[in-house]
């Protein structure tokens, strides 16, 4: 889509997670893409006009791209643009949105304002987290979910990290940090570990509907993956989200 004109925009279903704009197609069409960006889970459009469209893909959006018409179900917003591409935003469960930003909004959006770093950018490192984290009384678990702890990390992957690094979802979050406010080691492995499990997953491109791909999500009950422990992967909820664990070697 980047650097091609928006000839067309069909709206075949206007209530996603919120309803369109009123004024979407109006603004959309005739737009020339300037760039298309990802910042922590939002998409963001730059059009020629200065407006920025923020998209996001909720439970289970995606986007298709054709070369020529043949939609399929739950193809709700399409845009038809001028290098001939026919780019659908489908999504069954309508958890996803779409908001255009006028130019003033840009820096002051609640969505993207307080965002962390990106967890696979330089920025993030056990001494950036060492400072997110020192303050914090919550779990760890509610404290690497908070997005302005880092950016963009979901549910699923902040527990597939958590077992990585052997820690627990309840320990304290500042206990990850020394009292001078330091990383403490197994700081450093957390890190590695939640760069490890979101490469793979981009590597892996995990699709809705998959047979479970994670080490311990959603596997209540089942024998812990790690080689030579003995321990049953536990469910517990932290912040009304499920949380899967193995008590016998994450501490
Ligand atoms: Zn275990």
């Known amino acids: 889509m ?3 004109r928006i000839t067309r925009v069909v709206v075949r279903q206007p209530k996603l997670r919120y309803r369109l704009h009123r004024d979407f197609v109006e603004r959309l069409e005739r737009q020339t893409v300037r760039a298309v960006e990802r910042r922590a889970k939002y998409l963001l459009m730059e059009l020629s ?9 909720g439970m289970s959006g995606s986007f298709h791209y054709y070369k020529s018409s043949r939609l399929e ?7 038809e643009m001028s290098n001939g591409f026919i780019v659908a935003f489908n999504d069954p469960r309508r958890f996803g949105f779409m908001l255009l930003l006028a130019p003033a909004d840009h820096a002051t959006h609640r969505s993207l304002t307080r965002l962390g770093p990106e967890p696979l950018s330089q920025t993030f490192d056990a001494a950036s987290l060492a400072k997110a984290l020192a303050r914090r009384k919550t779990s760890l678990k509610m404290a690497l979910s908070d997005q302005r702890v880092v950016g963009g990390l ?3 992957y902040v527990v597939e990290a958590l077992h990585r690094a052997r820690l627990s979802p309840n320990r304290a979050a500042s206990t990850l940090v020394t009292a001078n406010g330091t990383p403490r080691p197994a700081l450093f492995d957390l890190v590695q570990a939640i760069r490890d499990v979101l490469r793979e997953a981009i590597r892996r491109q995990y699709r809705a509907g998959d047979d479970n791909p994670f080490r311990v999500y959603d596997r209540e009950g089942e024998r812990c993956p790690r080689r030579g422990c003995p321990g049953t992967i536990r469910r517990i909820v932290q912040g009304g989200r499920s949380t899967y664990y193995c008590p016998a070697c994450q501490r």
């Open 49 to 57: 006009s200065g407006d920025r469209l923020l998209m996001h893909l």
């Open 2 to 4: 980047a650097g091609a």
């Open 154 to 156: 979901g549910n699923i």
């Open 73 to 79: 179900a739950h193809d709700h917003v399409i845009f």
